[in-house]
């Protein structure tokens, strides 16, 4: 027996070149993993669906409702509104035919009525007072018929013919529809009465005030920081005036100037100060047009300071008069004519306030 015969174990063999591995067997003793099953829980109960409800039926509602509802809103509100449904259109056909009224007496009032007949007796104060009449009857046609604007407006003319009465009827009907401009006209005819309401008045300006009515957010302010009717609080009446000027109320831009300036109500700021000084100014405002005119001179603009100070002396600010005449003297005779000429110019700016 040869050297390789007597090799033990023998020699294993090698594979042939570029040959694969071969895959192992699978054991006949592994187990193969599978999955545990466990019991899923049931899904919890749902309660069972509860019905919808069907849509609201608008022309279920009662037609007195849905006039009283809509009896403050415009003329384009309510020409929305009834087209809803026929039930509000039935319903709102008197505010419609009221809103007709009102615009028509407006047009009468403010301005000639194309087509309209002059008024016997001649003259031209004859004539506008016929035309006021006319525009006070179609105003009480609309009043009764139901429109809150109406009635402001019938009030308005009856309170500046005297009748202050009358006027309060027709601004107590107005806000108690919730109309804003009826509640802050109520509210002044009880602080002007005597004794002052202050109280009464009080009531009625501060839903008007929270409604948005620049008028009645500038009183509302004037009461807090005077203490008529209310406690006095001067950070809540700086609020009022705050938004009593944003809402282009001139007094209050004014007032609000003051509480800047002097950090009453809110924080000392003389850029804000400023600011609103000159936009109440701008607006007209006789006081600011005289604090105006002070500090122009005092910057040494004396032509523009005696425009400001001509057009506050206009004004009827009688504290400009005297330092107007004295800037006149020191003016040379073009300067004066040219700052004169500009006050005769001068239009106050143009703002349109919350109503």
Request: contains cysteine; proline residues 9%.
């Amino acid at each position: 027996m040869d050297a390789a015969s007597r090799t033990w174990p023998p020699p294993t063999p090698s594979p042939p070149p570029f040959s694969s591995r071969p895959l192992a067997s699978p054991s006949p003793y592994r187990r193969r993993r599978r999955h545990s099953k466990k019991a899923k829980p049931p899904p919890p109960s749902t309660p069972p669906p509860t019905p919808t409800p069907q849509s609201a039926d608008f022309s279920a509602l009662p037609p007195e409702l849905v006039h009283r509802a809509l009896a403050a809103a415009c003329a384009s509100d309510v020409a929305a509104a009834s087209g809803a449904c026929r039930a509000w259109r039935d319903a709102l056909r008197p505010l419609r035919e009221a809103a007709a009224l009102h615009a028509y007496g407006r047009r009468v009032k403010h301005g000639p009525v194309m087509g309209a007949a002059p008024a016997r007796g001649g003259g031209v104060s004859g004539r506008h007072e016929a035309e006021r009449q006319r525009a006070l009857g179609l105003f009480r046609r609309a009043a009764r018929l139901g429109s809150a604007a109406a009635m402001v407006d019938a009030g308005l003319m009856c309170w500046e013919e005297g009748r202050r009465e009358e006027a309060v009827e027709y601004y107590r009907s107005a806000s108690e529809l919730g109309h804003p401009v009826g509640m802050c006209n109520l509210g002044v005819s009880y602080l002007e009465d005597d004794p002052p309401k202050t109280e009464e008045a009080i009531r009625w300006f501060f839903p008007s005030a929270s409604a948005g009515n620049a008028r009645a957010q500038y009183n509302l302010g004037l009461c807090l920081q005077n203490g008529k009717g209310i406690k006095r609080n001067q950070k809540e009446a700086a609020k009022w005036y705050l938004r009593a000027a944003e809402g282009g109320n001139i007094r209050a831009m004014y007032n609000i100037s003051l509480c800047y300036n002097f950090g009453e109500g809110l924080a000392h700021d003389p850029v804000h100060a400023k600011r609103w000084l000159q936009l109440a100014a701008d607006c007209g405002h006789k006081k600011a047009l005289y604090e105006c005119g002070i500090k122009l001179c005092a910057a040494g603009d004396k032509v523009k300071s005696l425009t400001y100070l001509e057009l506050a002396t206009r004004r009827g600010e009688t504290a400009a008069a005297h330092m107007r005449d004295v800037i006149l003297e020191s003016l040379s005779v073009v300067n004066a004519q040219r700052a004169l000429s500009d006050a005769d110019k001068w239009k106050p700016r143009a703002l349109h306030p919350r109503r």
